[in-house]
């Protein structure tokens, strides 16, 4: 009788956790899809999407978090002093509930959803810097290849402080002038890159909630899904800001006109940098 009760609890236990996953992976989704509806409200409103930077401030009456922005204080000079309310806040939403990670760092709140900025060579996707190297807004007639290929938002891993191969963006140790070379290298860092004398920082990732730079909440499309994120040492290239999740072979990806997909790690590189591209 033990030994029958021992199989089925072997049986058992496999579909339970099956089951329990299913039902995080659609709550993520279902995160996305807010967000998508939230995008398409603004632009509907303002004739444009937010920029990269500020798009989770800027969203945050269509998400019904009003009363967040009045914690915002807009005079002041500083982040601590602009944001110190709410660099503390979990936002309904904005964590994944896949993720083992904490979702506070260092008493900051983290988000588990980056904002697509293009493919890597240059600032060519779904949402504009919004200052800088490109400072037009983007809306969706300008969304080329069109809004139904075209990715908004994906999962990223938030950083927790540790040098997870997937949450931190690594150095790498000379400059690379060439891309691909520069891709390359990335994707061939190990599985504990610490041990094998890697350089990375800690904390970045996703933290805080606010803010979508490049490499904070701005991911791009140069590596496919669950690939580390990179730093080029000194190079004219700025970062691979690599989509990843704690899913098991991919992540989910919000499209422009709303659509959820789960994109597999092993998508083809050149069809997963045309999502991330508004145009030809």
């Known amino acids: 009788m033990i030994g029958v009760v021992a199989i089925l609890l072997a049986l058992l236990i496999p579909a339970v956790q099956a089951s329990r996953e299913a039902s995080r992976r659609v709550t993520c989704g279902s995160h996305l899809k807010q967000f998508g509806l939230a995008i398409t409200n603004y632009e509907s409103d303002h004739r444009v999407y937010p920029s990269l930077v500020h798009l989770r401030v800027c969203l945050l009456p269509y998400l019904d978090q009003s009363h967040v ?51 890597g060579l240059g600032f060519n996707g779904f949402f504009a810097l919004g200052h800088g190297e490109d400072s037009n807004l983007t809306s ?56 094998f004398g890697y350089d990375g920082g800690s904390g970045e990732r996703g933290v805080p909630w606010y803010n979508g730079a490049p490499g904070m909440g701005g991911y791009n499309h140069a590596l496919p899904p669950n690939r580390p994120s990179c730093l080029n040492g000194g190079g004219y290239f700025a970062g691979l800001h690599t989509a990843a999740s704690a899913h098991a072979g991919g992540v989910h990806s919000l499209f422009g006109d709303g659509h959820v997909r789960f994109i597999a790690s092993a998508v083809d590189r050149r069809v997963w940098r045309d999502f991330g591209s508004r145009g030809p």
């Open 69 to 119: 922005l009045k914690l915002i204080d807009f005079s002041a000079t500083t982040d601590a002093e602009h944001n110190g309310r709410i660099r503390a806040l979990l936002l309904p939403g904005s964590l994944c509930p896949t993720d083992p990670a904490p979702g506070m760092t260092a008493g900051v709140a983290a988000t588990s959803y980056g904002n697509n900025y293009g493919t």
């Open 140 to 195: 969706s007639a300008m969304i080329r290849d069109g809004l139904s290929a075209t990715i908004a938002m994906s999962e990223i891993l938030h950083g927790d402080r540790t040098d997870h191969r997937l949450r931190v963006l690594w150095m790498t140790p000379l400059p690379f002038t060439d891309f691909e070379a520069f891709c390359q290298f990335c994707e061939q860092i190990p599985k504990n890159p610490t041990l």
